[in-house]
């Protein structure tokens, strides 16, 4: 019978995601990028509209608030039909 090899990997705590494991063939440089992009998105900050960005504050149909971009008005009316418009800027 042939041998089993055993791949060791390397467990990162990554705040928010969790204990990642990352095959040890991968450099040190690979971690760190891969880790780095996994941290970046579990950790992204809600879109804050600038001053001159048409903004519309909407309640979906469970009842939460929030403000969309114009643009993205008619797609979210596709997937929420009861979608309520509040205030238009």
């Known amino acids: 019978m042939g041998e089993v090899s055993k791949t060791m990997k390397r467990?990162?705590?990554?705040?928010?995601?969790g204990n990642v494991a990352f095959p040890d063939h991968?450099?040190?440089a690979d971690v760190n990028?891969?880790?780095g992009r996994l941290h970046d998105k579990a950790n992204?900050?809600?879109w804050e509209p600038?001053?001159?960005?048409?903004?519309?504050?909407?309640?979906?149909?469970?009842?939460?608030?929030w403000h969309v971009h114009l643009e993205d008005l008619p797609?979210?009316?596709q997937r929420d039909p009861k979608l309520?418009?509040?205030q238009e800027s």
Do not use: W, Y
């Not at 990162?12 to 995601?17: F, G, K, L, M, T």
């Open 11 to 17: 467990i990162i705590q990554i705040q928010n995601v």
């Open 26 to 28: 991968m450099t040190d």
């Open 33 to 35: 990028q891969a880790a």
């Open 50 to 65: 600038d001053e001159d960005d048409p903004v519309v504050r909407v309640q979906t149909s469970d009842g939460q608030h």
């Open 84 to 86: 309520k418009v509040i």
């Open 75 to 77: 797609k979210l009316k």
């Open 44 to 46: 992204q900050k809600q």
